[in-house]
């Protein structure tokens, strides 16, 4: 599945960017919420999200919170704003069993999204927590960045550490994927690839998207 990254979307023509998005059959909007704090950039917040969600009712949206502190009202606010999955870094809080549990209560899937540095050990005691995992393959903050390699282990690990534990968690990669590397993402047992600029960045989205495609079954 292929998540848009609507960072390289055309910002002041959104609306009609998202749908072309959508009628290339793009599977998941993307939507990158920076607060200046936790990555040195600002981006969108939940009154975006709800024109969004009004918008295109049917979308599976995306929100991957790159923000601290996480508190329970940003999880609500964009929750009730239409976000169907919501991730968060560990690092922005003490509290991530209680904030994965929070996130499905209100009703999305729940992530939790590792730096390249971020150790993920801590998952194995948040199985039952998780719906998908967020592995950043670039450090947060902004697009067009190339993926770094080591990142690519990172995903065999934690694929290896979910078959270990018996679940079959998606694994979200996020940064520099592009036709050059999704099918290393993929081997290493990604099923969720967020292109920023290697689609929302590209003309053509049908194009963007075949590229892509092309590149996982060779
Ligand atoms: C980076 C964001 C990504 C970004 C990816 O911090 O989380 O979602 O949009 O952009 P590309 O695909 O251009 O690396
Ligand atoms: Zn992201």
Redesign the pocket.
């Known amino acids: 599945m292929f998540a848009g990254?609507?960072?390289?979307a055309d910002l002041l023509d959104l609306g009609n960017d998202i749908k072309s998005a959508l009628d290339a059959k793009i599977d998941i909007i993307?939507f990158?919420v920076?607060d200046y704090h936790f990555?040195q950039?600002l981006t969108f917040g939940p009154g975006l999200l709800k024109s969004i969600r009004k918008r295109f009712p049917e979308a599976v949206l995306d929100v991957?919170l790159?923000v601290t502190p996480i508190t329970e009202k940003i999880l609500v606010d964009y929750a009730q704003a239409g976000a169907s999955m919501i991730s968060f870094h560990p690092e922005a809080t003490p509290h991530v069993d209680r904030y994965l549990a929070l996130i499905r209560e209100l009703g999305c899937k729940a992530g939790l999204?590792l730096n390249p540095s971020t150790d993920p050990s801590l998952l194995k005691y948040l199985w039952d927590r998780l719906d998908f995992v967020l592995v950043?393959?670039?450090?947060?903050?902004?697009?067009?960045?190339s993926?770094i390699p080591a990142t690519l282990q990172k995903i065999t690990d934690v694929r290896r550490m979910a078959t270990a534990s018996n679940v079959k968690p998606l694994i979200e990669v996020?940064?520099?994927?592009?036709p050059a590397t999704v099918k290393a993402c993929a081997v290493a047992g990604a099923n969720i690839f967020?292109?920023?600029?290697?689609?929302f960045?590209k003309d053509n989205y049908v194009e963007a998207l075949k590229d892509l495609n092309q590149a996982l079954e060779q």
């Open positions: 990254s609507i960072l390289s993307h990158d920076m990555v950039n991957h790159m999204a950043m393959t670039v450090n947060p903050g902004f697009g067009g960045q993926l996020d940064g520099g994927v592009s967020v292109v920023g600029s290697a689609f960045g």
